[in-house]
Nanobody, 119 residues
Framework: HVQLVESGGGLVQPGGSLRLSCAAS????????LAWHRQAPGKERELVST?????????ADFVKGRFTTSRDNGKNTATLSLQMNSLSTEDTAMYYC????????????WGQGTQVTVS
């Protein structure tokens, strides 16, 4: 089992920056991909970025070089980070950390989310 706890959300002005963190724990983490998703009110949840177990990162097109994802692995733990710069009102959403991609089932484990509001 994997537990995920996000932090770092808040209110920021357009053009500002925020850094989100996700504290992950679980014995299978070392082999799992981690990801950030977001969901804005009235919209579908969308992938922001994903990072595999060896640090390869893929970003959604809308990131456009503004966000940076990283992970720091420990023993049965990991810290997933999302540095967000040049934020716009369109980035307002609940941001979720996810772990362990299961193919067609998607990610198996999810955090509770952290709210980012750009206004």
């Amino acid at each position: 089992h994997v537990q995920l706890v996000e932090s770092g959300g808040g209110l920021v002005q357009p053009g500002g920056s925020l850094r989100l963190s996700c504290a992950a724990s679980g014995s299978i983490l070392s082999s799992c991909a981690l990801a950030w998703h977001r969901q804005a009110p009235g919209k579908e949840r969308e992938l922001v970025s994903t990072i595999d177990s060896i640090g390869n990162v893929v970003y959604a097109d809308f990131v456009k070089g503004r966000f940076t994802t990283s992970r720091d692995n420990g023993k049965n733990t990991a810290t997933l980070s999302l540095q967000m710069n040049s934020l716009s009102t369109e980035d307002t959403a609940m941001y979720y950390c996810a772990a362990c991609f299961g193919g067609w089932q998607g990610y198996k484990y999810w955090g509770q989310g952290t709210q980012v509001t750009v206004s």
